[in-house]
């Protein structure tokens, strides 16, 4: 009777050059003066925060046995892993002047709101719901840019970002200091 052990060792490193990678994820955030990443690993959370030149800018280390690099190139931020010379994990974000809202980011506050107009279209067709328009809001408050991530038709869609684009909010802050933030609102039609 022939040996299986060959047949069975095949089949094992076949699994194992399929199985699942670590996972891994970063945010960056930028606060004029330096970019702190916050890394989430698969063996924990760790935090790396580095001065915003010379750029580009390469941060090497080592973390139980792999090696990561990150490399800031203007507003991009390229991450990759590796282990044994392989690459495990890779990533590109970019982190730009607006920052997504993370742990320590205290968001926007709306102090002038100015309601959509409702289409007369929309009325008369009996459209109603919501409205969800990522917006970009600078240091000073103001919408900079808006566009719309959840629609329900393009004259409610585009009454939404015209009334959003003329609100003013207190802006969100990082360490008690003014900081640029996309931001979604939710714009609520009803009849």
């Not at 699994?15 to 990443?37: C, H, K, M, W």
Request: proline content about 6%; glycine content about 6%; charged content about 20%.
């Amino acid at each position: 009777m022939k040996s299986l052990a060959p047949f069975v060792c095949v089949i094992a490193l076949a699994v194992s050059a399929f199985a699942e990678q670590p996972s891994y994820d970063f945010t960056a955030r930028y606060n004029g003066l330096e970019i702190t990443l916050s890394v989430l690993a698969p063996d924990g959370a760790f935090t790396v925060t580095t001065a915003t030149t010379p750029d580009p800018q390469t941060i090497t280390g080592v973390r139980n046995g792999r090696t990561y690099t990150i490399v800031i190139r203007g507003n991009d931020v390229e991450f990759d892993v590796k282990e044994k010379d392989v690459s495990i994990a890779h990533a590109v974000k970019s982190f730009g002047q607006y920052q997504r809202l993370t742990t320590g980011i205290q968001p926007p506050v709306v102090i002038e709101r100015v309601n959509p107009h409702y289409p007369q279209s929309a009325l008369d067709a009996g459209t109603s719901g919501i409205v969800i328009v990522e917006t970009k809001i600078s240091e000073k408050g103001n919408v900079d840019e808006a566009r719309v991530v959840r629609g329900l038709s393009p004259e409610l869609d585009e009454a939404a970002m015209e009334a959003v684009k003329q609100w003013k909010f207190k802006p969100a802050t990082l360490d008690g200091k003014p900081v640029a933030v996309v931001f979604n609102l939710t714009i609520n039609f009803r009849l």
